[in-house]
């Protein structure tokens, strides 16, 4: 799968869906599929968030498998500027008609017993603080 250069080819793992004008997307039964936040996400230094579905009674359907998000995580304090959540998105049983700027997910904050020493990101140049909706540097661009 990889040619051997370290950067693997992304349409050996993943295949992209080209948008059709149309604003919606439709979620097949137990696919994967990577999307990204409208809005981006601020995390208070004294706070951490995790991603909970909108409405429980939404059926099966489900946008945060990887949904924590540590203090700092897109805030200023910590070098960011705002930070869209990517969202790891599957529909079990049936299909799902997302539309574009639908609500799928919200953040409910924590308070932290005691500030961190470090904040998410901070000092390492993080690629995550200002992230959209990009590859992980395994993969080369297609």
């Not at 059926?59 to 203090?71: I, L, S, T």
């Not at 799928?104 to 909706?133: D, F, H, K, W």
């Given at each position: ?8 080819d992304?349409?050996d793992?993943?295949?992209p ?8 997307l ?10 990204v ?8 230094p ?7 579905p ?7 359907f489900?946008?945060?498998y ?21 969202l ?5 049983e049936v299909p ?12 409910v ?10 904040l998410?990101?901070q ?20």
């Amino acid at each position: 799968m990889s040619t051997g250069g370290g950067a693997l080819d992304v349409l050996d793992y993943w295949e992209p869906i080209l948008g059709r004008g149309q604003g919606e997307l439709i979620l097949d039964p137990d696919e994967f599929y990577i999307l990204v936040s409208r809005e981006a996400v601020r995390v208070p230094p004294d706070f951490a968030a995790e991603m909970t579905p909108f409405d429980p009674l939404v059926g099966e359907f489900r946008v945060h498998y990887a949904g924590f998000f540590d203090p700092g995580f897109g805030h200023s304090a910590s070098g960011g500027k705002g930070a869209r959540a990517v969202l790891e998105v599957r529909s079990h049983e049936v299909p799902f008609i997302l539309e574009h700027g639908q609500i799928v997910g919200r953040l409910v904050y924590e308070a932290m017993q005691a500030r961190p020493t470090t904040l998410y990101g901070q000092g390492i140049g993080s690629n995550y603080q200002a992230q959209g909706l990009k590859l992980s540097k395994h993969f080369r661009a297609p």
